[in-house]
């Protein structure tokens, strides 16, 4: 089940996929997309990317900007090598994909939920995608 130039395919999923789902899509294509092809979305989408997710990725060299939520469903037909859930509400809501796929939960807090002052949130935003960097890069690493 190889996608494009023989790379492998995991579709990283959560809620809002406004967050989480889209920095982690993010950090894959940017330091596994030589072997992974990432594509990210949400059991109940946001209206779009959320403002400080883009900023956050961006302070590290990744352009997340054209990223738009979108509704699972939208890639159930689809072949995966990998389904990934980043929080436990995806998790108990991911549908039943057609074909066979190994499954994996590495779950974040939800940046968009902090509260307090842009820079608190701008650190909890950066938090989470080092931790995204740090626990799910690896995760989907260990499947090649």
């Given at each position: 089940m190889t996608g494009s130039a023989g790379r492998k395919r995991v579709l990283v999923l959560c809620t809002g996929n406004s967050c989480r789902s889209q920095m982690a899509e993010?950090?894959?294509?940017?330091?596994?997309?030589?072997?992974?092809?990432?594509?990210?979305?949400?059991?109940?989408?946001?209206?779009g990317v959320h403002p400080m997710a883009v900023r956050a990725m961006a302070e590290v060299g990744i352009d997340i900007s054209a990223g738009k939520p979108e509704h699972v469903d939208v890639y159930l037909d689809q072949s995966w090598d990998l389904v990934?859930?980043?929080?436990?509400?995806?998790?108990?809501?991911?549908?039943?994909?057609?074909?066979?796929?190994?499954?994996?939960?590495?779950?974040?807090?939800?940046?968009?939920?902090?509260?307090g002052t842009d820079e608190e949130r701008m650190a909890v935003f950066r938090r989470v995608r080092d931790e995204i960097r740090d626990r799910l890069v690896p995760e989907v690493r260990s499947r090649t």
């Open positions: 993010g950090w894959i294509n940017h330091l596994l997309g030589a072997r992974w092809e990432a594509r990210s979305a949400g059991t109940r989408p946001a209206a990934v859930t980043v929080c436990d509400s995806a998790k108990e809501a991911c549908p039943m994909f057609p074909r066979p796929v190994a499954k994996a939960h590495v779950s974040f807090l939800d940046p968009a939920e902090t509260q």
